[in-house]
């Protein structure tokens, strides 16, 4: 089975600073993993996410992720936020791909830009 | 491409009573679909996995009598809420995954908000 551990519930960052969002996940087989948004009663919109290749991975509104096999990470960074920013983000895993594969989400990670 | 919708966006029923939420991809075959249950600011949990044609599958400790699911069509899944209680009331996601347009990827719904009174 898989499990996403996503460190901080929240995490408050300055307009214009760098800020990085960590998760940690666990798991026996190979993993695809996934970083999601999601606005105030808004739907889940896909970030970015790692099938294989780069470890590097870039997504939409200059966030980016990086793949740590060794380590089981999976950490978001962008390095400058706006105050559009400000949402909740999930990270997730499936176990590898078949069609039938579900997600298994962290707890999420509620970032607040501040002006 | 790859858009998910889902109806009602919001509804408030009294508690007793059944509630139907729909879940389409507009623009995609959907082969598979998801739902899932969010409890305010906590995670998306899966209730069930949805494949056309067939019988959902249930994750476990969700009663398949009072959330039934039905896949008819390759672009729509449903959700009924049956006997609706107070404890029922949750953002209720579905998602959708294409085998064309990206096999790797769910593609969510905006959420419908399910208030029991």
């Known amino acids: 089975a898989q499990s996403v551990t996503q460190l901080d519930s929240q995490v408050p960052v300055f307009e214009e600073a760098p800020v990085e969002l960590r998760c940690n996940y666990s798991?026996?087989?190979?993993?695809?993993l996934f970083w999601y948004v999601q606005y105030p009663n808004q739907g889940l919109q896909l970030l970015l996410k790692?099938?294989?290749?780069?470890?590097l991975v870039k997504g939409i509104n200059g966030f980016e992720a990086e793949f740590n096999k060794s380590q089981t990470s999976f950490h978001l960074r962008k390095p400058s936020v706006h105050i559009s920013d400000t949402a909740e983000y999930f990270c997730?895993?499936?176990?590898?791909?078949?069609?039938?594969?579900?997600?298994?989400f962290g707890k999420g990670t509620r970032l607040s830009v501040i002006a | 491409g790859a858009v998910v919708s889902q109806h009602p966006s919001r509804v408030i029923c009294k508690s007793g009573t059944s509630v139907k939420i729909e879940c389409r991809s507009l623009d995609f075959q959907a082969t598979t679909m998801f739902w899932y249950r969010q409890f305010p600011k906590q995670s998306l949990m899966l209730m069930a996995t949805?494949?056309?044609?067939?019988?959902?599958?249930?994750e476990q400790g969700v009663e398949k009598d009072k959330f039934l699911i039905n896949h008819a069509s390759l672009t729509l899944s449903t959700l009924t809420v049956t006997s609706a209680h107070p404890e029922d009331s949750s953002f209720y996601i579905c998602?959708?995954?294409?085998?064309?347009?990206?096999?790797?990827?769910?593609?969510f719904g905006p959420g419908t908000r399910l208030t029991v009174l």
């Open positions: 997730a895993v499936s176990a590898g791909y078949s069609g039938n594969t579900p997600l298994v």
């Open positions: 949805s494949n056309e044609g067939s019988k959902a599958t249930y």
């Open positions: 790692y099938l294989s290749g780069s470890t």
């Open positions: 998602s959708a995954i294409s085998g064309t347009v990206s096999t790797d990827t769910q593609y």
């Open positions: 798991s026996s087989v190979s993993v695809y």
